[in-house]
């Protein structure tokens, strides 16, 4: 089946530095790429959506200078965390639909530690 | 948005039977999922629906009312390993998964 790979599973930082987490989709083609925030005890709330050679979407609320995204290609996705607060330590999981967007194939996760 | 509305929490025996409602209203339909988290961990599929009625997989079923904005998941001869987060999840018009605050089970002796 459709798996994406998810790295790194687990970081911690200094305030102020820069994180990035990557995605990539192993045997498919991921035409869009979904990046959540998980706080303890709370549900997945969706970031931003991005597209392979596009600008990515961000919900409200949610600060495009601060969490960068970058689909370079129909396989990798990123998100870069910028100057890393202890409010952004959090769960981020991405999430990939294929070319034919039947299915929604999730990463194992990155949990973040900003100290 | 979306409003996607699931209870906080449920708890009841081993080998008892417990459901879990969800309710939504979203900007179009593209069919709804649940989902199981373990706490730290990723979201591991567990049913997905786009028409109304019943799927049932072992001892798990998954019920859908399209026109109530309604879904429930069943779990059926529950096990200890089934304390868990469950989460409902809609596809909207956009196919931006959305999802709900999640259902936390507890399974007791």
């Known amino acids: 089946g459709a798996v994406v790979s998810q790295h790194p599973s687990w970081v911690i930082c200094k305030s102020g530095t820069s994180v990035k987490i990557e995605c990539r989709s192993l045997?498919?083609?991921?035409?869009?790429m979904f990046w959540y925030r998980q706080f303890p005890k709370q549900s997945l709330m969706l970031m931003a959506t991005?597209?392979?050679?596009?600008?990515?979407?961000?919900e409200q609320g949610v600060e495009k200078d601060k969490f960068l995204i970058n689909h370079a290609s129909l396989t990798l996705s990123t998100l870069t965390v910028t100057s890393a607060h202890p409010e952004d330590s959090s769960f981020y999981i991405c999430?990939?639909?294929?070319?034919?967007?039947?299915?929604?194939?999730f990463g194992s996760g990155t949990r973040l530690t900003v100290v | 948005g979306q409003n996607i509305d699931q209870p906080t929490e449920m708890t009841a025996t081993e080998g008892a039977i417990v459901q879990i409602n969800c309710t939504y209203q979203?900007?179009?339909?593209?069919?709804l999922f649940w989902y199981q988290q373990h706490a730290g961990e990723a979201p591991t599929f567990l049913s997905y629906n786009v028409l109304d009625g019943l799927e049932e997989k072992g001892r798990f079923s998954s019920f859908l009312s399209r026109s109530k904005g309604y879904s429930y998941l069943l779990l059926k001869e529950l096990q200890m390993k089934d304390s868990a987060s469950y989460l409902c999840a809609v596809v909207p018009g956009d196919y931006k998964l959305s999802f709900g605050a999640g259902t936390t089970v507890t399974v007791r002796a």
């Open positions: 045997d498919f083609q991921a035409t869009t």
């Open positions: 991005s597209n392979e050679g596009s600008k990515a979407t961000y």
């Open positions: 999430s990939a639909r294929d070319l034919e967007g039947i299915g929604y194939t």
């Open positions: 979203t900007s179009g339909f593209n069919g």
